[in-house]
């Protein structure tokens, strides 16, 4: 099985990745460093990938579009309220960024031009 949607909790130096398959049952969960990140999504085939819209996160949508994935930023309200429906592990929050581009409800937020950002 290979990974279909995965969701990535941006952080300072550590992210939280969490895949599921087309099935939901959970094929990665991984905490990936920062100078990590590009090479570990480069050996990753391309696949959906949901992060909580902030600044960095324009920056690693544009690098990871780069390697042929699927990027969509989710607005910061709306990684919370999946986070309320479903607080029931530790890994919620990366569960919920991974869980809300799949939904049908999901708005995604517009991703920022390379001259609009700081990065």
């Known amino acids: 099985m290979k990974v279909t949607t995965s969701g990535i909790d ?3 130096s550590v992210f939280q990745a969490h895949g599921v ?3 939901g049952n959970v094929m990665l969960r991984r905490q990936i460093r920062r100078s990590q990140m590009l090479v570990f999504f480069s050996r990753l085939e391309p696949c959906l990938i949901g992060m909580e819209a ?3 996160s324009h920056y690693w949508a544009r690098k990871l579009t780069a390697l042929g994935h699927t990027v969509r930023l989710m607005a910061p309200q709306f990684v ?3 986070a309320r429906m479903t ?3 530790a ?3 990366r569960r919920s960024v991974a869980s ?3 939904r049908k409800d999901h708005r995604p937020a ?3 031009a390379r001259q609009e950002s700081r990065y």
């Open 87 to 89: 607080r029931t592990m």
């Open 10 to 12: 941006v952080a300072k």
């Open 110 to 112: 517009p991703e920022a």
């Open 54 to 56: 902030c600044a960095s």
């Open 100 to 102: 809300g581009p799949s």
């Open 91 to 93: 890994t919620t929050p």
């Open 21 to 23: 398959d087309e099935r």
């Open 80 to 82: 919370n309220l999946i």
